[in-house]
């Protein structure tokens, strides 16, 4: 059975449509990659990006996480009334919640230092995070 990524953004959906992008390069159609938007344009983007499904929306989202064997997202979506209050407490609450591994990049614009945490351009984040960090957890593809 395919793992399923739950890839979670909102505002534009940028993020989500590199990490999208970039997991369908590397994995192909060995994963099942859903796309959950907190606003309907992400999840438009990253459904154009090549997940196999999306919604957008809190409802969507908590029951969303709660299916996934990966979540993959910015460090934001784990914070209530990060990313300009797109994502609510039940959002971040359903993240935390959620029994599937959480795979997060250290960006955010929430006035929150992560000491320890180097900056790197996000084209590298990204190939970290889907070569390196999930290569355990999905498997050498």
């Excluded at 997940?51 to 997202?73: F, H, L, P, Q």
């Amino acid at each position: 059975m395919r793992k399923r990524i739950c890839v979670i953004d909102g505002q534009g959906g940028g993020i989500g449509v590199s990490l999208i992008k970039y997991l369908r390069e590397i994995y192909r159609e060995s994963v099942e990659i859903v796309a959950a938007g907190t606003n309907a344009i992400a999840a438009s983007q990253m459904m154009k990006a090549g997940a196999e499904r999306g919604a957008s929306g809190e409802n969507a989202i908590v029951r969303t996480v709660a299916e996934a064997d990966v979540i993959i997202g910015p460090i934001a979506i784990t914070w209530a009334n990060a990313m300009m209050g797109e994502v609510t407490p039940l959002i971040a609450q359903a993240v935390m919640s959620a029994s599937a591994l959480k795979v997060l990049l250290p960006l955010n614009r929430e006035h929150v230092v992560i000491a320890g945490v180097y900056k790197e351009p996000l084209p590298h984040m990204i190939k970290f995070l889907v070569e390196d960090e999930l290569r355990e957890v999905l498997g050498h593809v």
